[in-house]
C-alpha cells in the first residue's frame, strides 16, 4: 500500500448519487441500500467496503479502484454500517433484511390468522423483530437506556396483540375477509407505540436543527415530533399493500379446488407473494420522506424560534433534522 491513488476528481464518497429532493432519486437510493441481496455477502468483504469508504473519505483509494467498486463499497458500506456510529448493524436489524425478514412473518401473520394462540405467536414474533429493527436504525446522537427498551417492546407488543385478539374476536361473525385484515389493524397499532416509545428520548429531549449547511440551533422536541410520525406512517404505509391486497388475493384463489388440494402451499404461497409486496414497499415507504426532514421556523418552539431570529433575523426560514428510518 505505499503508493495510494487519490480519489477521481469531484468524486465525494458521501455525496448522493441521486438527486435527494425528488421521490424517484431517494426511490433509487433506498433500492440501493435496501437489496436484499446484500445479506449474503461474508463479512470480511463487509469489513473491506468499509476500509475503501474510510480511505476515500480521507481522499485515499488503492490504484486501479474504479469507480465502480468505490460506488459497490459504498452500497455495501451504506446497508451494513450504523449511518450516525459507523458501527457494523447485527444483520437481522439491516434495512436490507426488511425483505426477506418482513415476508417471512408477513406471509404467517396472513396464513396463520384464525386461532388466538397462533395469532398471539406470530404478533409477539413480528413485535420483536420489529423492536430489534427499530432498536438497530435508531438515532445513534440519541442514546436510549435498556429499560426503556424493554418498556417500549412490552407495550408494543401488548398493543398489537390486544388489537389482533380483540378483533379477531369482533369479526367472528363478520364476512371472512375482514378477519384477514385483523393483522394489518394490529401491526398498525403496535407502530403507532413501537416506534414513539422506541425513540422516546428524541422526543423528551428534542433532536438537533441546523441550518442549511449543518450549522446547529438547538433541540427542538416538535421536530422530533414530526421526524417519527413521518416514520410511523412510513412503516405502515410499508405494510399496507401486502396486508390489504394479498387477503383479497388470497381469499379468491383459495375458492378453486386445486387451491383447496394444496393447502400445504398456502402458507409458503403468500411468504412469497408478501415478498413481491415488500422488495418494492420497502424501498418505495422509506423513500415516501426525504431523509432530511425540514421544519418551517414558524414551527418551531417559541424559545428555539426567538434565539434563532435575535442571531439570524429572517435569514433562515427552515431548520434541518435527520428523522431516522
Not at 186 to 204: D, F, H, K, L, S
Request: net charge positive; glycine share 6%; with cysteine.
Amino acid at each position: 500500500h505505499s503508493k495510494m491513488a487519490t480519489v477521481p476528481h469531484g468524486f465525494t464518497i458521501d455525496a448522493p448519487r441521486w438527486d435527494q429532493s425528488t421521490f424517484m432519486g431517494r426511490l433509487k437510493h433506498f433500492l440501493n441500500i435496501t437489496d436484499p441481496r446484500t445479506v449474503l455477502v461474508p463479512e470480511q468483504e463487509l469489513d473491506r467496503a468499509q476500509a475503501l469508504v474510510e480511505a476515500c473519505r480521507t481522499g485515499l483509494v488503492p490504484p486501479g479502484s474504479s469507480l465502480e467498486q468505490l460506488l459497490y463499497a459504498k452500497k455495501l458500506y451504506d446497508s451494513a454500517f450504523h449511518p450516525d456510529s459507523g458501527e457494523k448493524m447485527n444483520l437481522f436489524g439491516r434495512m436490507s433484511f426488511q425483505v426477506p425478514g418482513g415476508m417471512a412473518l408477513t406471509g404467517c401473520m396472513l396464513q396463520f390468522y384464525r386461532t388466538v394462540p397462533a395469532v398471539v405467536f406470530w404478533q409477539w414474533v413480528n413485535q420483536s423483530f420489529n423492536a430489534f429493527v427499530n432498536y438497530t436504525n435508531r438515532n445513534a446522537a440519541c442514546p436510549i437506556s435498556l429499560k426503556q427498551i424493554g418498556v417500549a417492546y412490552v407495550t408494543a407488543t401488548g398493543t398489537a396483540l390486544a388489537t389482533a385478539v380483540g378483533l379477531n374476536l369482533c369479526t367472528k361473525r363478520a364476512p371472512p375477509l375482514l378477519s384477514r385484515w385483523v393483522p394489518f389493524v394490529a401491526v398498525a397499532a403496535a407502530n403507532c407505540v413501537n416506534i414513539p416509545m422506541m425513540r422516546q428520548q428524541e422526543i423528551i429531549n428534542g433532536v438537533m436543527v441546523t441550518d442549511q449547511d449543518n450549522n446547529e440551533f438547538g433541540r427542538s422536541r416538535r421536530a422530533a415530533v414530526k421526524g417519527i410520525a413521518q416514520v410511523v406512517f412510513s412503516r405502515i404505509i410499508m405494510a399496507a399493500p401486502g396486508m390489504i391486497i394479498l387477503p383479497i388475493i388470497m381469499e379468491r384463489l383459495e375458492k378453486y379446488s386445486f387451491m383447496q388440494r394444496i393447502r400445504v402451499l398456502h402458507g409458503p404461497l403468500q411468504v412469497l407473494l408478501s415478498g413481491g409486496f415488500l422488495l418494492f414497499m420497502v424501498p418505495a415507504a422509506c423513500a415516501l420522506f426525504p431523509q432530511r426532514c425540514s421544519l418551517a421556523l414558524a414551527d418551531l418552539e417559541l424559545e428555539l424560534r426567538d434565539s434563532i431570529m435575535t442571531k439570524h433575523g429572517d435569514k433562515v426560514p427552515y431548520v434541518y433534522f435527520n428523522k431516522g428510518l
